[in-house]
Structure formats: structure tokens, C-alpha cells
Nanobody, 121 residues
Framework: QVRLVESGGGLVQAGGSLRLSCAASGSIFSTNAMAWYCQAPGKQRELVAAITSGGNTNYTDFVKGRFTISRDNAKNTVYLQINSLKPEETAVYYC???????????????WGQGTQVSVSS
């Protein structure tokens, strides 16, 4: 069983910044790719950024240059620094992780509860 706990969300004004964290815990031998998603009201959940265990990153076009994903492998934690926030980026932000369990079986984690990011104009 693997648990993801996201934190760091809040209410900010347009142009503001937040740093989100997501900690994975449980039966984890190691984590592989980790990613952040967002889900705005009435919309589907979509990928924001991803990072491999080696630190290679990938971003969706609308966040390039403003969002930075990073990770601490020793803590099985992924971060998302979000700058220059826009009101339309108000959403719940979720993380996800591919991991190896103690049987060295590759699995995908279930979703955490997410963290709410609200951006006022």
C-alpha cells in the first residue's frame, strides 16, 4: 500500500507563487517517474509536469518557464514550484508516482487527496 500526501496549496493573488510538495510513503523500494496533475472545476485532470528518477523533466506547454518540478529521491518526495500564477490556474493539484515495491514489481500509485490552489485576480 502506497500513500501520497500533497501539501502547499493556498490562496494567492495573480502573479504570486507557491511551492507544492507530495510525499509518497508505504511499501516503496524506489520511486521512478513522479508527476503533477491539475484539475480545474468542471474540467478533466491533466498533466502539468513530470520528472524521472534521474532528474529529467517534462512540462506541458502552458507552464513552461513558470513551473519547476524537482524531487528528493531519499524522501520519495516531489515538489512543484509554481510562479506567476494566473486565475485560470485555479485547480486541485495532484501527484502520481511510478514505483517499485519490495518485490521489485513496477506499480502506479493511486491518487492522493490533492491540494487546492486558488488564484485571485
Amino acid at each position: 500500500q502506497v500513500r501520497l500526501v500533497e501539501s502547499g496549496g493556498g490562496l494567492v493573488q495573480a502573479g504570486g507563487s507557491l511551492r507544492l510538495s507530495c510525499a509518497a510513503s508505504g511499501s516503496i523500494f524506489s520511486t521512478n517517474a513522479m508527476a503533477w496533475y491539475c484539475q480545474a472545476p468542471g474540467k478533466q485532470r491533466e498533466l502539468v509536469a513530470a520528472i524521472t528518477s534521474g532528474g529529467n523533466t517534462n512540462y506541458t506547454d502552458f507552464v513552461k518557464g513558470r513551473f519547476t518540478i524537482s524531487r528528493d529521491n531519499a524522501k520519495n518526495t516531489v515538489y512543484l514550484q509554481i510562479n506567476s500564477l494566473k486565475p485560470e490556474e485555479t485547480a486541485v493539484y495532484y501527484c502520481n508516482a511510478e514505483f517499485l515495491d519490495y518485490g521489485l514489481v513496477s506499480k502506479l500509485s493511486s491518487w492522493g487527496q490533492g491540494t487546492q490552489v486558488s488564484v485571485s485576480s
